[in-house]
T-cell receptor
Framework: EAEVAQSPRYKITEKSQAVAFWCDPI?????LYWYRQILGQGPELLVQ????????DSQLPKDRFSAERLKGVDSTLKIQPAELGDSAMYLC?????????????FGPGTRLTVL | QKEVEQNSGPLSVPEGAIASLNCTYS??????FFWYRQYSGKSPELIMS????GDKEDGRFTAQLNKASQYVSLLIRDSQPSDSATYLC?????????????FGKGTKLSVIP
């Protein structure tokens, strides 16, 4: 069964350190999303890619967060430096294409704890 | 500011009963609506999509959409303890550009054996 892959599943780091998360979408999915979910809240979009291009990064804190999808397949999300408030679940999702009717499928997520 | 409102719960129902989960949204141009189930500590899992006014049934799940009232609901028939989870409502806008989902905070459902 096709699934979105993410690694690592858990990450503990100290504040001011750099962290990176990796995502491999479902094969053939052109659209990739990174979400952040704080406990008790719904996921919030950080960045959306269509192939290798950024479609929406309006909610990405660009002073410390960066994301890339160089070959239009897998993607990396980086935080540098990490802050205490970054502790959350980071979720990657993919869809066949962009558009309101395209279903998004989530990977297992990366649980980040910043100490 | 696009808003999605859900009763945070917890909603407790006995095993075998019907669970009714409700969601209202503020963005009138939303065209598609998704329900996700999220177990504690896990990622969201898509369980239903609905695009047209009316009802859509899939097994024990029925999604209901009323765009005029900006209201979407999820009914779970014959609720099972394994249905205990948080249910997230997520409308998607139409038009060009980002089709990001706007998630509600979710309703926590507890099915009591």
């Amino acid at each position: 069964e096709a699934e979105v892959a993410q690694s690592p599943r858990y990450k503990i780091t100290e504040k001011s350190q750099a962290v990176a998360f990796w995502c491999d979408p479902i094969s053939g999915h052109a659209t990739l999303y990174w979400y952040r979910q704080i406990l008790g809240q719904g996921p919030e979009l950080l960045v959306q890619f269509q192939d290798e291009s950024v479609v929406d990064d309006s909610q990405l804190p660009k002073d410390r967060f960066s994301a890339e999808r160089l070959k239009g397949v897998d993607s990396t999300l980086k935080i540098q430096p990490a802050e205490l408030g970054d502790s959350a679940m980071y979720l990657c999702a993919s869809s066949l294409d962009q558009g309101a009717y395209n279903e998004q499928f989530f990977g297992p997520g990366t649980r980040l704890t910043v100490l | 500011q696009k808003e999605v409102e859900q009763n945070s719960g917890p909603l407790s129902v006995p095993e075998g009963a019907i669970a009714s989960l409700n969601c209202t949204y503020s963005d009138r141009v939303s065209q598609s609506f998704f329900w996700y189930r999220q177990y504690s500590g896990k990622s969201p899992e898509l369980i239903m999509s609905i695009y047209s006014n009316g009802d859509k049934e899939d097994g024990r799940f029925t999604a209901q959409l009323n765009k005029a009232s900006q209201y979407v609901s999820l009914l779970i028939r014959d609720s099972q303890p394994s249905d205990s989870a948080t249910y997230l409502c997520a409308p998607s806008p139409s038009g060009a550009g980002s089709y990001q989902l706007t998630f509600g905070k979710g309703t926590k459902l507890s099915v009591i054996p």
